[in-house]
T-cell receptor, first 111, second 112 residues
Framework: SQTIHQWPATLVQPVGSPLSLECTVE??????LYWYRQAAGRGLQLLFY??????ISSEVPQNLSASRPQDRQFILSSKKLLLSDSGFYLC??????????FGPGTRLTVL | GESVGLHLPTLSVQEGDNSIINCAYS??????FIWYKQESGKGPQFIID?????DKRQGQRVTVLLNKTVKHLSLQIAATQPGDSAVYFC???????????FGKGTRLSVIA
């Protein structure tokens, strides 16, 4: 079964600073990859998903971007963070109609 | 989705009682459904799934029921324990390469 790694686990960044969150997957190949954001006590908001290397679909317009440089690597970035970017960021993967699994998440606080 | 900004509804149950968490899904063509459990500060964890050709599936202390007529999904937890306290999300999948659609989530609080 696959394992999803995310780092860092927690991050505190000033407003206007750049961001790079990384997600890597082990134990599977050609996965669909996803980035979600979750505000405290709220549901899951899909930000980006990718069905293959270099293929990114954006669900919500914002100052974040995603890239998939390798089959099992998914990166979430920002050039300039906003206060509203604070939240719990989750990476997930699946293959076709198989179960989608989540990583442990990164808690981002923008001050 | 439209549920992202809403506070989660809460279900409180006494330890040892059975819990039933309900979910209404949106697309009658959805083929695959999943329940997740999310503990505080952690990523959602897979609990149980069901495909649209079934109406019931049982796991360890959990049962998922699917009613396609009214587009309703439920999760039953038998003999609820304090460790079951978490937020529970349902999700539906229309096809293999489209993202899951998540429900708004329900917070389960177990009273000892």
């Amino acid at each position: 079964s696959q394992t999803i790694h995310q780092w860092p686990a927690t991050l505190v960044q000033p407003v206007g600073s750049p961001l790079s969150l990384e997600c890597t997957v082990e134990g599977t190949s050609n996965p669909n990859l996803y980035w979600y954001r979750q505000a405290a006590g709220r549901g899951l908001q899909l930000l980006f998903y990718s069905v293959g290397i270099g293929q990114i679909s954006s669900e919500v317009p914002q100052n974040l971007s995603a890239s998939r440089p390798q089959d099992r690597q998914f990166i979430l970035s920002s050039k300039k963070l906003l206060l509203s970017d604070s939240g719990f960021y989750l990476c997930a993967c699946n293959r076709g109609l198989d179960t989608q699994y989540f990583g442990p998440g990164t808690r981002l606080t923008v001050l | 989705g439209e549920s992202v900004g809403l506070h989660l509804p809460t279900l409180s149950v006494q330890e040892g009682d059975n819990s039933i968490i309900n979910c209404a899904y949106s697309n009658s063509a959805s083929d695959y459904f999943i329940w997740y459990k999310q503990e505080s500060g952690k990523g959602p964890q897979f609990i149980i799934d069901i495909r649209s050709n079934m109406d019931k599936r049982q796991g360890q202390r959990v049962t998922v029921l699917l009613n396609k007529t009214v587009k309703h999904l439920s999760l039953q937890i038998a003999a609820t324990q304090p460790g079951d306290s978490a937020v529970y999300f349902c999700a539906e999948n229309l096809s293999g390469n489209t993202p899951l659609v998540f429900g708004k989530g329900t917070r389960l609080s177990v009273i000892a």
